[in-house]
């Protein structure tokens, strides 16, 4: 049990440097934040978000989708029993963080969508890749 619960920690951690990497890392280098944008105070932040260009947001949703499927498959091949559980532990904590995410500040119902049933689909599929195609995989 201690295990599985460590596994899941260590696919939610990678799913967030994940992430993070392509929201903040290629995202931001590529549609690069105000140089005054001050992260801390919540109305400048609601601000910004509102007005992103659909670019911008794109790369925000694309990480909340590959950071589940790596985070996932990586735990998942390092301790692949459960998987199924533990992939979707791992979405459902992801779907948890995001929604919380996006009750902070403004987001676009499309966002909102992708943000809730992406994580766990991805996680999932993560789960799927790593253990490999068992006649049973979707069982």
């Known amino acids: 049990m201690v295990k599985r619960i460590l596994i899941v920690v260590v696919g939610i951690f990678i799913s967030a440097i994940v992430t993070g990497i392509i929201e903040m890392g290629i995202g931001h280098q590529i549609f690069p934040p105000p140089a005054d944008l001050d992260i801390t105070n919540k109305e400048m932040m609601g601000d910004y978000i509102s007005n992103l260009n659909t670019g911008a947001l794109a790369f925000v949703v694309l990480g909340w ?59 999932y599929i993560g789960g799927v890749l790593a253990v490999g195609r068992k006649k049973d995989s979707f069982a």
């Open 65 to 123: 989708m590959i950071g589940p499927l790596v985070g996932s498959f990586v735990a998942n091949k390092i301790l692949p029993e459960h998987w199924r559980k533990n992939s979707i532990a791992i979405g459902v904590a992801l779907t948890v963080f995001g929604v919380l995410s996006m009750m902070m500040f403004p987001h676009p119902i499309w966002m909102w969508i992708i943000g809730i049933i992406a994580p766990i689909i991805m996680a």
